[in-house]
């Protein structure tokens, strides 16, 4: 893993902010009436490590950003979150290469400072 991924840059050292993960993550979670290409925009920023790949288990993101009803979460169907994924990439807010195991976000817009090493069994990335 390279330097870069240690710190947060971005192109002519334009200027950033952050965001807690934790609260992405509630919202992608709660939304129930929200377009869903935003939720799944708000998984993979919740997830994301320092390459800003975001990975989910077998139908995670299917119940992440399912519908909450009395307290029970009910899974997207497969073709409903294929929508949702596809849409986001049709809007840049994740890259082509994404899919339901891992979102993957640009580095030009999405960085991650962190000196933890990172895998990514989904795309072979070491
Ligand atoms: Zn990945």
Redesign the pocket.
Known sequence: MSERYNRIQFANNGPWAAFSQNEIYRWAGELNKEALHIRVLFAGMSRMNSLG?A?FGMGELARLIGTVTGGEVKARRPDSVSVAIKEAKKRGFIAPESNAR?L?LRHHVFQKSTKARWR?P??D?D
């Open positions: 790949h990975q891992c993957v990514c989904v795309h990335l």
